[in-house]
């Protein structure tokens, strides 16, 4: 079974500054990788995700995530957030199956 | 059409009654699942359609009832709810597979606030 794990369960950061979440996972096998985001009181929406190919992925939003096999990591990053990103942010992770794993969730707090 | 609608957005029910909530898609996904997510949770599985049959439950209670009457439609039967089955219920779809890859990116809806009391 894989599991996923946020490092950061809360992230404060002010406009315009960069931000890093991170994502570790453990698995066996090859995994697809994905980050979604969750604005308040709306459902998930996929910034973006690893299937194969480049480890660099781009996103929505200004989003990246790089994919580190060798540190099972798939961390997400953007270089400079505005007050809008206020989100809960969720890293999940999927073998060739139907089941999503996601991790606890990362809170990120935009300030001006 | 790129969306997954859910009705109905809020909902509140009494332990005794019936409802149940509806999920769309017309992307022409063919597996379908149900979520239920707690506040500052991430979503847990409750059940996955594929083709138009149940592949997955997640051990759910029976007061749960999914049901997929056809490619486009999911719906969640609710009965004799207890006040912890408060929650937000989202729907997902995705392709079951894209060009022979396994791609569960999934796509979900904006879901179902549910209170019971």
């Known amino acids: 079974a894989q599991s996923v794990t946020q490092l950061d369960s809360q992230v404060p950061v002010f406009e315009e500054a960069p931000v890093e979440l991170r994502c570790n996972y453990s698995s066996s096998v090859s995994v697809y990788l994905f980050w979604y985001v969750q604005y308040p009181n709306q459902g998930l929406q996929l910034l973006l995700k690893?299937?194969?190919?480049?480890?660099l992925v781009k996103g929505i939003n200004g989003f990246e995530a790089e994919f580190n096999k060798s540190q099972t990591s798939f961390h997400l990053r953007k270089p400079s957030v505005h007050i809008s990103d206020t989100a809960e942010y969720f890293c999940?992770?999927?073998?060739?199956?139907?089941?999503?794993?996601f991790g606890a969730g990362t809170t990120v707090t935009v300030r001006a | 059409d790129t969306e997954v609608t859910q009705t109905p957005k809020h909902l509140v029910m009494g332990m005794t009654n019936k409802k149940s909530l509806k999920c769309e898609q017309h992307?022409?996904?063919?597996?379908m699942y149900w979520y239920k997510q707690k506040a500052k949770k991430p979503p847990e599985l409750m059940f996955v359609?594929?083709?138009?049959?149940?592949?997955i439950n997640e051990s759910v209670p029976s007061r749960f009832s999914p049901e997929c009457p056809n490619s486009s439609l999911l719906n969640l039967h609710l009965h004799a709810l207890q006040p912890e089955d408060s929650a937000l219920y989202l729907c997902?779809?995705?392709?079951?597979?894209?060009?022979?890859?396994?791609?569960?990116?999934?796509?979900f809806g904006p879901g179902t606030r549910l209170t019971v009391l």
């Open positions: 359609y594929s083709y138009e049959k149940l592949s």
């Open positions: 997902a779809s995705s392709h079951r597979e894209v060009a022979g890859v396994q791609n569960n990116e999934q796509f």
């Open positions: 999940a992770v999927s073998k060739n199956d139907y089941k999503l794993s």
């Open positions: 992307m022409g996904h063919r597996a």
């Open positions: 690893y299937l194969s190919g480049s480890t």
